[in-house]
RNA sequence: GAGGGUGUAGCGAAGCUGGUUAUCGCGACGGCCUGUCACGCCGUAGAUCGCGGGUUCGAGUCCCGUCACUCUCGCCA
């Protein structure tokens, strides 16, 4: 190896204060900034710690003025120099390094920086797939800096509380069998074994409760987990979550750990106070009451069954949809200050609505005394006073209602408008609102496949009292299921699991998988039920939805290191890329490309 | 699979109901500058207006197609 190349850092670019006045100091990192004021310099000297000013004084030697002059940002640069007091009226209160300057007594080039692609940290941000195609760059800015930090302070403090309430922490494989149901698997083909392939997991379902099974009695997992679905703002192909599994637990010990885990986490991570205990909603009352099941509740905004004086009006269209057995909901919008309820307003509610099955909005103004304007508020002449007071309502306020026959299109199209009304009325306060969503149906019917199939997963009980009438009525069972639900965002599922065999076989005959099929694909699950299985159940909070909600942040982009964009491609690297017809050969795979394409 | 939005110099943007040489900020390059901290000042270069076709005397602007990115529906136990 070489000797020294260059001069190592003896403290970083955020630490230095008045107290190391006269201290010789070596600092490493990028330029930020370059003043440069002809016989003056002043570099901004920028590492993860901070930024300190580094001063090139007119005094300097010709050699030392020389390299000043070739310096340009992100040059990545090692300097010696002596720390000094910044005259009085030259302080920076800004900085935390304010107070002193390092004067440079020798600048080392450790690495020249290309033209750069986009400036980093000058406020314009470029667009995202070419911050993702040299995330390097964009990884230097402050924002990223600091979120990564606050990725980092999350998961340790998660580990930290976890291992402090007995949890180990173990690793599942990442290789493993491909199971049937929920997103589709990606595929890892057998060299080996010549059209065989494993499966990236999903999550580590099986594999936790086996750990249940084989005595681990409480086991968390920063897991990585794959499904091979369409992107979004809040979900990517590739995610990671906190997961994590109890024995000899029942449903309210896995929410009273969540509820402490977090409490702990965000007072340790962000100084943030949560309450102790959380809000439980049950599925239906979610739905009735925010019309979606991971309801923000940042701000209040019910909405209200009117089938009863939606039948009492004259107008046709509720009517029929009542008599029908349709639903009529509504929502009442609180008087704005700066929003006006015009015409160009209500459309865009009603396209909001739209877009969940809506076929309109219908919508009343209320004004004086109860007085109903535009709208549909003919229909409803002589019930003003009792729509009014179910809604509510009062002057200045807009009632808006959705009609359907299909009870959760009329519940979320209104859910739609309820969360944009939150948004353009401004009602959304600044907090972390936590909610249970609890008591969800087992099972749901797939129309399309004619038959039932497990809402959440095969693995979760079903409550108790419906152990009788699974068969005979699956639509109602409810299972031990629940979500955790934060400013609208699902951020955790789990469920108390099954782990007896005769019931998880019953509940995959009703899932239309036979005994025969259940035992090829989760025999191994099966035969460990068959060995002593403990109760147990578990819950995995999604830790990039966490942080990202944590950083005040939309995209889960903004909180992973090397996100892939909507398409599923990451433009740094390049993938998914072509292969070598030998590794294909390896493989035993020959493409068979889609027509379109060549 | 479907719908909306965006695409103008290295980056971020402006460009109105079509009308001369496409504008601004940052950056790059050259020069000046002794207390800046988004330093300042002077100057220079840099754009087939995503791509293809059409309408028109004339298209960055209108129309059709297409590609990329992005948001959403479907999908995501």
Not at 34 to 48: E, K, M, P, T, V
Not at 155 to 182: H, N, V, W
Not at 226 to 247: I, N, P, V
Request: with cysteine; charged share 30%; glycine share 6%.
């Amino acid at each position: 190896m070489a000797e020294e190349v260059f001069s190592q850092r003896t403290t970083t670019c955020g630490s230095l204060t008045k107290a190391d006045n006269g201290a010789k100091v070596v600092l490493n990192g990028w330029v930020h900034r370059d003043r440069n004021h002809g016989a003056l310099h002043f570099i901004n000297l920028r590492d993860r710690y901070g930024i300190t000013q580094v001063v090139v004084d007119d005094d300097a030697s010709k050699e030392l003025q020389a390299v000043a002059n070739e310096l340009h940002m992100e040059y990545c640069i090692a300097v010696t120099g002596v720390v000094r007091l910044r005259p009085d009226s030259m302080v920076n209160p800004e900085m935390t390094t304010g107070e002193v300057e390092v004067k440079a007594e020798r600048i080392e080039i450790l690495s020249k920086c290309a033209p750069l692609p986009f400036q980093i940290d000058d406020g314009n941000e470029p667009r995202e797939d070419l911050r993702l195609k040299y995330r390097y760059l964009d990884l230097r800015t402050q924002g990223m800096q600091k979120r990564m930090k606050l990725r980092h302070d999350f998961i340790f403090a998660c580990r930290k509380y976890l291992t402090s309430r007995d949890f180990y922490e173990i690793e599942t494989p990442t290789m493993i069998k491909s199971t049937p149901e929920g997103a589709r698997d990606f595929l890892v083909p057998s060299r080996i074994y010549p059209g065989k392939f494993y499966a990236l997991p999903q999550s580590p379902q099986l594999f936790k409760q086996i750990l249940m099974v084989g005595g681990m009695d409480k086991y968390f997992q920063i897991a990585r987990c794959y499904r091979d679905e369409d992107a979004r703002g809040d979900r990517q192909l590739e995610f990671t979550q906190l997961d994590l599994e109890m024995s000899f637990v029942k449903r309210d010990d896995v929410l009273s750990l969540m509820e402490d885990l977090f409490g702990s986490v965000f007072k340790e991570v962000m100084d943030y106070d949560l309450p102790a205990r959380w809000r439980r909603l049950s599925y239906h009352d979610a739905l009735n009451t925010y019309g979606c099941d991971k309801p923000d509740l940042r701000f209040d905004l019910p909405l209200s069954d009117v089938n009863e004086i939606a039948k009492k009006s004259s107008f046709a269209t509720f009517k029929d949809i009542v008599s029908n057995g349709g639903y009529v909901k509504a929502i009442c919008a609180p008087k704005s200050e700066t929003v006006d309820f015009s015409r160009k307003f209500i459309t865009s509610l009603e396209d909001a609505a739209k877009i969940y099955g809506a076929q309109g909005l219908a919508w009343i103004k209320v004004g004086e005394n109860n007085t109903f304007t535009g709208g549909v508020s003919k229909f409803f002449a002589g019930l003003e006073d009792e729509l009014a007071s179910m809604m509510d309502a009062k002057e200045g306020d807009m009632i808006l209602f959705v009609a359907h026959q299909d009870w959760k299109k009329c519940c979320a199209s209104l859910s739609a408008v309820r969360t944009k009304l939150g948004k353009d009325l401004n009602l959304i306060r600044k907090s972390f609102e936590f909610c249970w969503i609890v008591d969800f149906p087992l099972f749901e019917y797939n129309e399309e496949e004619s038959h039932w199939e497990a809402a959440h997963h095969m693995f979760s009980m079903p409550q108790a009292e419906y152990l009788d009438t699974l068969e005979s009525d699956p639509g109602s069972v409810k299972g031990d299921l629940y979500d955790l639900v934060l400013n609208g965002y699902e951020v955790a599922s789990g469920s108390i699991r099954i782990h007896d065999v005769e019931l998880q076989k019953r509940i995959f005959r009703i899932c239309n998988f036979d005994d025969e099929t259940a035992e090829e694909r989760f025999g191994f699950l099966l035969n460990s039920f068959r060995y002593g299985a403990p109760p147990h159940g578990g819950i995995a909070p999604g830790v990039d939805r966490m942080i990202m909600i944590m950083a005040e942040e939309s995209s889960i982009h903004e909180v992973i290191a090397f996100p892939k964009n909507t398409a599923g491609i990451s433009p740094m690297d390049d993938s998914p890329s072509l292969v070598d017809e030998k590794q294909l050969d390896d493989l035993h795979l020959i493409i068979k490309y889609p027509e379109s394409k060549t």
